[in-house]
């Protein structure tokens, strides 16, 4: 049994069952009258004076347009923070109403929010629960509320993707069905990116987490599922990088726990969704920037000094894995950069340091760590076939290529596998697996070489033969020239857990002039196709597509020119 899981039981055990109403929904039928409502309390970690709890409603009568639970407490407990509902409370009773944006309450829909609280001495579960005014949790026999079966397992799988199907976003497939050929691929499954608070829930009425494992359900079918969820809201993220800001600031850290990943952590420990495989890619772009984009360094900025000084990454990401990781089902896999970034001698083991620290801080340790991800939403080829580290040329060797610059490795393959050695040496187990997003690394069609580049000098040679066509290995934003690669696949090579498209092809990396918005996304002239650039790409040209809309929103031009190029390409 993992550490997380003795202590989520731990925990439980200490408020003496502390889970709560799970009844199952009864449906209306000639002679049976149905429970109106269920209340579903659960104290999801319990320490010496607090507690996070959390509720989940499910609405077995009308529709509803807005929604208040109630309900009292029988010691000396005080709600003093909570997300998704307003919370008050008077003596021991306490109300918790809708925001604005969960008011529908469909017949058969449920609603889910949660809260931080004190107390002293014993924290018992509520025993009576009113929806508007009617009692939960009893049916027509007068039955109190009972403590669901524990969703069980605990046992987690050396690698989740084997023997399971992966889940397809509904979503993301049906704009890629509407692409002219786009359903060659529109089956194929991808990331859900939980990118602001607001994701949680669904933006301008798109899917919730809870819809997506919802759906998630009916496609597992008696089958095992894999859903792969992006952990991706860090306080002051993507330090190096304007497109991909986020909505909390640097010091926001306080936010990052109780009103993201709390409310995350809640649903992801809901039984409903036991039988499910969750994969989490936490917090890309984040850590890796802590060694590269720091101090004295030529690719150094102000906000990565900040967020190197307050801990807030390594805090944020070790309250991820710890919160996620206490669910049985759930894999967390911590982004690890690509080839490109952390390739070099100077970052190799600084990252690994940098993410055993993380993993090892606000109460995680490696036993939460699954694996982690190369490449997430970045372009670094596959596997190289037409040079190799160790090739020379007219007396230099390939490290001395422009292309290459001093790197250790050429490609995603032969990186992943060796920063997974490193990641054990550093004090990671030595079970853990590694993903690679292969999304958009494919670079086929017509500019792919058939073989190596001539032998005149080492850069003609490299330049020649490498099928990653981008003008400089930095360069990030929708890049031009870029196919899908390798289909997602479980078990591809030696310590590979899966290839895998977390980033959903079509979806913009950063728009490619200022849009004003309101969702925390800066213009970053690495989006603009006529930037001349910066010491993080050697000061080339960007190599961006031109007309690109926001970061996650869909481009077009990308989706069609990433089929185009597509190596294995699509039939």
């Keep these: 049994m993992s550490r997380t899981r003795t202590a989520l039981l731990a925990a439980l055990a200490l408020t003496a069952g502390a889970t709560g109403t799970a009844l199952a929904n009864v449906p209306a039928d000639v002679g049976v009258t149905a429970i109106p409502c269920t209340v579903d309390y659960k104290i999801q970690n ?37 997300w998704n509902a307003k919370i008050t409370q008077s003596g021991t009773a306490v109300t918790a109403a809708n925001e604005t944006y969960n008011g529908t309450l469909a017949t058969g829909g449920s609603v889910s929010f949660g809260f931080n609280g004190s107390y002293s001495g014993t924290n018992p ?56 050929g786009g359903s060659r691929i529109s089956n194929q499954p991808t990331g859900v990116w939980l990118d602001r608070i607001a994701a949680i829930n669904g933006v301008n009425g798109g899917m919730g987490l809870r819809d997506h494992l919802d759906a998630a359900l009916t496609q597992k079918g008696s089958g095992q599922l894999v859903v792969q969820l992006v952990i991706y809201n860090l306080p002051g993220r993507d ?15 306080d936010k990052y726990k109780t009103q993201y990943i709390d ?26 920037n802590l060694v590269t984009n720091t101090g004295s360094r030529p690719t150094a900025t102000p906000q990565c000094d900040v967020m190197k000084a307050n801990g807030n990454y390594q805090k944020g990401v070790g309250y991820a894995l710890n919160k ?33 620290e993380a993993a090892t801080t606000e109460g995680a340790t490696v036993n939460d760590v699954h694996g982690f991800i190369a490449n997430t939403a970045n372009y ?28 250790r490795y050429v490609d995603e393959l032969s990186f992943a596998q060796a920063f997974r050695n490193q990641l054990v040496t550093t004090g990671f187990n030595s079970g853990i697996g590694m993903l690679i997003d292969t999304s958009r690394n494919g670079w086929g069609g017509t500019a792919r070489p058939a073989g190596p580049g001539a032998t005149t000098d080492v850069d003609t040679y490299v ?56 969702e925390g996304k800066g213009f970053d002239r690495m989006c603009d196709p006529t930037y001349t650039g910066n010491p993080r790409n050697g000061n080339n040209l960007s190599g961006a597509l031109p007309n690109a809309p926001l970061s996650g929103h869909w481009f077009s031009a990308q989706f069609q020119q990433l089929m185009t190029n597509a190596y294995p390409p699509l039939s």
């Design 125 to 180: 579960i509520p025993t009576t629960f009113t929806l508007d005014g009617v009692a939960c949790n009893v049916d027509d026999g007068g039955s109190g509320p009972t403590n669901p079966p524990d969703p069980g397992g605990g046992t987690r799988v050396d690698n989740p993707y084997t023997g399971a199907k992966v889940y397809v976003n509904p979503e993301w497939s049906a704009k890629a069905a509407a692409e002219p």
């Design 324 to 356: 996620l990781g206490d669910a049985p089902n759930v894999y967390n896999y911590i982004d690890a950069g690509h080839h490109g970034w952390i390739g070099w001698d100077d970052n190799f083991a600084a990252s690994a340091t940098v993410m055993k």
């Design 380 to 407: 670094s080829a596959l596997k190289e076939n037409n040079y190799t580290i160790n090739d020379s040329v007219a007396g230099k060797s390939v490290r001395e290529s422009k292309w290459v610059d001093w790197n």
């Design 263 to 288: 409310p995350i952590a809640a649903i992801l420990a809901d039984s409903k969704y036991a039988g499910l495989r969750i994969v989490t890619t936490i917090e890309i772009d984040s850590l890796p």
């Design 239 to 253: 330090c190096a990088a304007l497109a991909s800001n986020g909505e909390l600031g640097p010091t926001e850290i």
């Design 46 to 82: 319990q320490w010496g004076t607090g507690f996070t709890a959390a509720v989940t409603i499910t609405n077995n009568s009308a529709a509803k347009s807005s929604w208040a639970v109630k309900w009292a407490y029988a010691g000396n407990q005080q709600v003093t923070s909570g």
């Design 463 to 518: 330049n020649g033969g490498r099928y990653d066509r981008r003008i400089h290995v930095g360069n990030w934003c929708n890049q031009s020239g870029a196919g899908l690669g390798e289909r997602p696949q479980a078990n591809p090579a030696a310590g590979i857990d899966a290839y895998v498209w977390i980033k959903p092809p079509g979806e913009s990396d950063g728009s490619s002039s200022a849009i004003p918005n309101d």
